[in-house]
């Protein structure tokens, strides 16, 4: 009886752990360089009070089995506009596992990098950032963004459109800044990123073509090379042009795939190394033309 009583006990206090587990595996850095001693002093508990944020914060009614997102944002302060009023440049990031089957082969995939250059916000120390999906804030916003992008496109890269519920609540709060004073830091700019440019592109229906490929290359492509290293690359390659495709179709200058390619082209260019015929290479200078130096490169190897 003892023994089966440790059981349930056990039980339930992993119950209640998983269901409290949050989804975000988060390491923040900071840069304070651009402003003033003084102005340091007030940024000292900026990193741990935003880790804190999106690391214990519940996102998802997901179940993950346990698992956290490896993500990273790194945070460079440009000025600070007034008294606890701060403009900065945020780059985010995000990876997962590499599975053979099952299992994690031990190595990692990028599935976000996005360098986001204009974030304006105030930041009181010692204040407590509080969550609240109902009334706009220009930094816990921010964080909710990109959290919700992270968890979306992570779920797109083991199911067809698994994140839309997650990516939906991105847009969400972007439609929800453009109607504030901080709208012009979060809408569309022609050729350059902004965060409703990229989402709204995600979204929109003429856009599903992309999602499709996305889920192809990771699930059907990545995570196939160590088991059937062609059928893997060849996914692959279906996925990249597919996604060149909807560029062509679509909108040259997407911010959608645009911000793709920057984030994987070191990866495709060495997976690629495995194919048998270096001619590939033209193939993928044709799908990603801004990259060309770096195939070219690995064309040679």
Same mark, same amino acid.
């Given at each position: 009886?003892?023994?089966? $009583?440790?059981?349930?006990?056990?039980?339930?206090?992993?119950?209640?752990?998983?269901?409290?587990?949050?989804?975000?595996?988060?390491?923040?850095?900071?840069?304070?360089?651009?402003?003033?001693?003084?102005?340091?002093?007030?940024?000292?508990?900026?990193?741990?009070?935003?880790?804190?944020?999106?690391?214990?914060?519940?996102?998802?009614?997901?179940?993950?089995?346990?698992?956290?997102?490896?993500?990273?944002?790194?945070?460079?302060? /440009?000025?600070?506009?007034?008294?606890?009023?701060?403009?900065?440049?945020?780059?985010? $990031?995000?990876?997962?596992?590499?599975?053979?089957?099952?299992?994690?082969? $031990?190595?990692?995939?990028?599935?976000?990098?996005?360098?986001?250059?204009?974030?304006?916000?105030?930041?009181?120390?010692?204040?407590?950032?509080?969550?609240?999906?109902?009334?706009?804030?220009?930094?816990?916003?921010?964080?909710?963004?990109?959290?919700?992008?992270?968890?979306?496109?992570?779920?797109?890269?083991?199911?067809?459109?698994?994140?839309?519920?997650?990516?939906?609540?991105?847009?969400?709060?972007?439609?929800?800044?453009?109607?504030?004073?901080?709208?012009?830091?979060?809408?569309?700019?022609?050729?350059?990123?902004?965060? +409703?440019?990229?989402?709204?592109? /995600?979204?929109?229906?003429?856009?599903?073509?992309?999602?499709?490929?996305?889920?192809?290359? &990771?699930?059907?492509?990545?995570?196939?090379?160590?088991?059937?290293?062609?059928? $893997?690359?060849?996914?692959?390659?279906?996925?990249?042009?597919?996604?060149?495709?909807?560029?062509?179709?679509?909108?040259?200058?997407?911010?959608?795939?645009?911000?793709? +390619?920057?984030?994987?082209? /070191?990866?495709?260019?060495?997976?690629? /190394?495995?194919?048998?015929?270096?001619?590939?290479?033209?193939?993928?200078?044709?799908?990603?033309?801004? &990259?060309?130096?770096?195939?070219?490169?690995?064309?040679?190897?």
């Amino acid at each position: 009886m003892r023994r089966s $009583g440790i059981v349930v006990v056990l039980f339930i206090i992993a119950w209640i752990v998983n269901a409290a587990a949050q989804e975000l595996n988060c390491v923040v850095t900071v840069s304070t360089e651009n402003v003033s001693s003084g102005q340091r002093d007030y940024l000292r508990g900026f990193k741990a009070d935003v880790e804190k944020y999106l690391n214990n914060n519940k996102w998802t009614d997901e179940d993950l089995g346990g698992e956290k997102i490896d993500c990273s944002m790194s945070i460079f302060f /440009l000025a600070a506009a007034g008294e606890n009023r701060y403009t900065a440049q945020v780059v985010v $990031g995000s990876q997962r596992p590499v599975y053979v089957g099952n299992e994690k082969s $031990g190595k990692n995939t990028q599935v976000l990098r996005i360098a986001d250059e204009k974030w304006e916000f105030g930041y009181v120390p010692n204040q407590q950032m509080i969550k609240d999906e109902f009334r706009f804030d220009p930094l816990t916003d921010l964080l909710d963004f990109y959290a919700y992008l992270i968890i979306g496109l992570d779920l797109e890269t083991y199911n067809e459109l698994s994140g839309s519920r997650y990516l939906q609540k991105a847009l969400s709060i972007c439609n929800q800044a453009n109607a504030t004073s901080y709208g012009q830091d979060w809408q569309s700019s022609a050729g350059t990123y902004s965060k +409703f440019g990229f989402i709204d592109e /995600l979204m929109n229906m003429k856009y599903q073509q992309f999602r499709l490929a996305f889920y192809s290359y &990771h699930f059907e492509g990545i995570d196939l090379l160590d088991t059937e290293q062609q059928k $893997g690359l060849d996914n692959i390659l279906k996925a990249l042009e597919s996604i060149a495709e909807l560029r062509q179709k679509q909108n040259p200058r997407s911010i959608l795939v645009r911000t793709f +390619f920057d984030s994987k082209y /070191l990866e495709i260019a060495d997976v690629f /190394l495995a194919w048998p015929d270096r001619g590939v290479y033209d193939r993928l200078i044709t799908a990603d033309p801004a &990259h060309q130096g770096t195939y070219d490169g690995y064309r040679r190897r």
